[in-house]
């Protein structure tokens, strides 16, 4: 079962002065491999927005470098939750790409996860922002791999074309990070030290497209 959400509602309705909540389901790139846990985008998203004197808890984090569609959705089946949050944010599917996975297997898993997540905003689509998938390929671990590296940016469009149509269907919040990632993403100073993954400079250049999404939803618009 996903939840109780009547449930959980009924425990949470009565606290009160508690800040915003932010649920981050994804896989390396929200749990940030390779950089300090304060310098995930999560995190740094977090304290832009407290920044910006915008109430919002620290991240709770249900990610794991590897993780495919079906792998978070194993874990999001036994994980405990707290519904409902007030901004969910989900970033999934490098690794469906990256192991070959089909794309129409992808969008029937993806949505069931969207759903879900959309469940844990209690019931509320436009509290769920969608984050497309990077481009690894542009990365020194993709230019190094020896695969066609034009042909994982096809792949990765593919994939975040389906993420962003479902995302419509369901009246989530899409943003688009996959332009930035591709700018500079070979530079020593926008990888972690895998030479594969962001570091917290590039989390910070995606911060601008996702913070406006996360304002937008934390507002109730």
Same mark, same amino acid.
């Given at each position: 079962?996903?939840?109780?959400?009547?449930?959980?509602?009924?425990?949470?309705?009565?606290?009160?002065?508690?800040?915003?909540?932010?649920?981050?389901?994804?896989?390396?790139?929200?749990?940030?491999?390779?950089? !300090?846990?304060?310098?995930?985008?999560?995190?740094?998203? !977090? !304290?832009?927005?407290r920044a910006q004197s915008i109430a919002i808890a620290e991240p709770e984090i249900v990610a794991r470098t590897g993780w495919t569609t079906d792998e978070l959705s194993a874990t999001m089946d036994v994980h405990t939750f707290h519904p409902p949050y007030d901004l969910v944010t989900l970033l999934i599917g490098v690794n469906n790409q990256y192991r070959g996975r089909d794309l129409e297997n992808y969008r029937v898993e993806f949505r069931a996860l969207l759903e879900h997540a959309i469940a844990l905003a209690g019931g509320k689509p436009q509290h769920v922002v969608v984050v497309s998938i990077p481009d690894w390929g542009v990365t020194r671990f993709g230019v190094e791999s020896g695969r066609d590296v034009a042909q994982i940016a096809r792949e990765i469009d593919a994939f975040n074309a389906v993420a962003a149509n479902v995302s419509t269907a369901l009246h989530a919040r899409y943003v688009d990070i996959t332009a930035i990632s591709r700018t500079r993403g070979n530079a020593t100073d926008m990888l972690a030290a895998d030479g594969l993954h962001p570091s917290a400079a590039m989390y910070a250049r995606w911060l601008p497209a996702i913070s406006m999404a996360a304002r937008a939803s934390l507002d109730g618009g």
């Open positions: 079962m996903w939840l109780s959400l009547a449930a959980s509602v009924a425990l949470t309705a009565g606290v009160t002065n508690a800040p915003p909540r932010f649920l981050a389901l994804g896989d390396s790139y929200t749990i940030g491999e390779g950089v !300090a846990p304060n310098e995930n985008w999560p995190h740094q998203l !977090a !304290a832009m927005l």
